[in-house]
């Protein structure tokens, strides 16, 4: 069995937190072509490249990206056993980085990451982004999950993999009415305000040939590209909001919104988007494990 060098994988450590041989170098007070040469040595001790050159950016691979993750936890752990032997211990902590589309609903980021939140020995890291940027970072790395509302295209170059975690349906919600009246879909929509997602949302396209199959052009209040601000607008406003129940969960189970009518045949997915990796992350791979077999969708009372 092979040794680990950990002066070698102390000087990768220093480059890929610098992002660059120069300043790594200076850091470490080492010529550049003498620290070049062993990460070279790290390489090939590891069997795989960690590094690619983007013009003078040095760019991890995924074997560098797994690298990174153990390299920080050695280190970490050295700095936890003398804050041990100091009387301040630490607790060891796995990492999962998660990217979500910034119109995704904040209920189901939650109940996506439900089984992780408050795990003393998991750090999560989400970020919020274009589904566009979000899988550039995918692709590099940077990143394990993209959580979207749309599946991503695969292609050539980047060989991504859509799960499909859960189908939601879509509702007309709003707030009590006083008179207690039905409301009639789609025929009320010539006279009753709507807040609309945007054109961007498939739901929004979908919904739009509903009403134009039913000869009706809605008064629009708004169009809002956030799930967040359109579930906040909901709450103030009079008039009907087109939403995934599970947008306004809360507000449903507390009676500031009532669920005046499913829209039929309209839903909206969720999809977890990973690349295939030699060395995936276990964690991600528990929670998609959650989603391999049938679940029934959350019900809304």
């Known amino acids: 069995m092979k040794s680990l060098n950990f002066n070698h994988l102390r000087y990768f450590w220093a480059v890929a937190h610098e992002g660059s041989l120069t300043r790594a170098a200076e850091r470490l007070n080492l010529s ?7 990460i070279q040595k790290l390489e090939h001790q590891m069997g795989h490249p960690l590094f690619e050159r983007e013009g003078k950016r040095l760019i991890l691979t995924e074997a560098g990206r797994i690298a990174l993750d153990y390299a920080n936890t050695v280190f970490r752990a050295g700095d936890e056993l003398m804050s041990t032997l100091e009387g301040r211990p630490q607790a060891s902590r796995q990492v999962l980085r998660v990217g979500a589309l910034t119109t995704l609903s904040r209920n189901f ?23 566009r940027d979000l899988l550039l970072q995918l692709e590099a790395h940077a990143i394990d999950v993209v959580l979207s509302n749309s599946a991503a295209q695969r292609d050539a170059r980047a060989q991504f993999r859509n799960h499909l975690l859960n189908q939601q349906p879509v ?12 409301f009639r879909f789609p025929d009320d929509l010539r006279t009753e305000p ?22 009706i052009r809605p008064i629009i209040l708004a169009e809002v590209d956030d799930m967040a601000m359109l579930r906040l607008l909901a709450r103030e406003r009079e008039g009907v909001t087109l939403v995934p129940p599970i ?19 309209l839903t909206e997915s969720f999809y977890a988007i990973i690349q295939n990796r030699r060395f995936p992350n276990q964690l991600l791979g528990d929670l998609l494990a959650r989603y391999s077999q049938p679940r029934p969708s959350p019900t809304v009372d």
């Open 109 to 131: 980021q939650l109940e996506f990451l439900h089984p992780l939140v408050g795990r003393a020995d998991v750090e999560l890291i989400v970020r919020s982004g274009a589904i």
């Open 171 to 182: 509702s007309l919600v709003g707030r009590p009415r006083p008179d207690k009246r039905l």
């Open 247 to 265: 947008v306004v969960r809360d507000e449903l189970a507390s009676g500031a919104l009532v669920e005046y009518c499913r829209i039929p045949q």
């Open 32 to 38: 550049q072509s003498a620290l070049s040469v062993q």
């Open 194 to 215: 709507i807040l609309l997602p945007s054109l961007d949302s498939d739901i929004r396209v979908a919904f739009d040939q509903l009403l134009d199959l039913a000869g």
